[in-house]
């Protein structure tokens, strides 16, 4: 398969250095599936949905001014996180709605029955009731960014900051 099926439209700056090149060539940092769907998120700031079955891009989503970080499928809706310390939910090609929240880049995303749960580079993990509109923060060590979270139950979930801590907590 190659990188991109087909060339992005715009062209960003190299994250080597390189000056500048087509955005299908910029680093990919964050993959979801769902079914027939895949997600490829990257520095490009751009999300390509993929239909790996027909081995082309379905639709590309536009919302970020940073690199995309993190995506993750709900039942019918996708989510996404970046480097402009946002997630962004959206559903049907569509954007709904910006979450504000982190204070900087947002590291990680992981989804359980529709309830994001983001770790960032300000040292908190926050779990995201996106019905309520509302959101829990836990603070990690002073300085340190939480680069992986991972829910294990409604109630319980991991993080790994960039300090090697790994916790354990409970809602």
Request: charged share 25%.
């Amino acid at each position: 398969v190659d990188r991109w099926p087909r060339p992005a439209p715009v062209d960003v700056e190299s994250a080597r250095g390189g000056g500048k090149r087509q955005s299908h060539q910029a680093e990919v940092l964050c993959v979801a599936a769902r079914g027939d769907l895949c997600a490829v998120g990257g520095r490009d700031s751009l999300i390509h949905v993929l239909d790996w079955r027909q081995k082309s891009v379905a639709y590309s989503l536009r919302g970020h001014s940073g690199a995309v970080t993190g995506l993750a499928f709900g039942d019918e809706d996708l989510f996404s996180t970046g480097d402009d310390g946002t997630m962004k939910h959206w559903r049907d090609r569509a954007h709904l709605e910006t979450l504000f929240g982190h204070e900087s880049s947002v590291r990680s995303l992981d989804l359980l029955d529709d309830r994001p749960l983001t770790g960032g580079a300000d040292a908190t993990v926050r779990s995201w009731k996106i019905r309520d509109e509302t959101h829990l923060v836990y603070r990690a060590r002073r300085g340190a960014s939480v680069d992986a979270c991972f829910l294990l139950s409604r109630d319980v979930f991991a993080s790994a900051s960039d300090d090697g801590l790994l916790a354990l907590w409970s809602a």
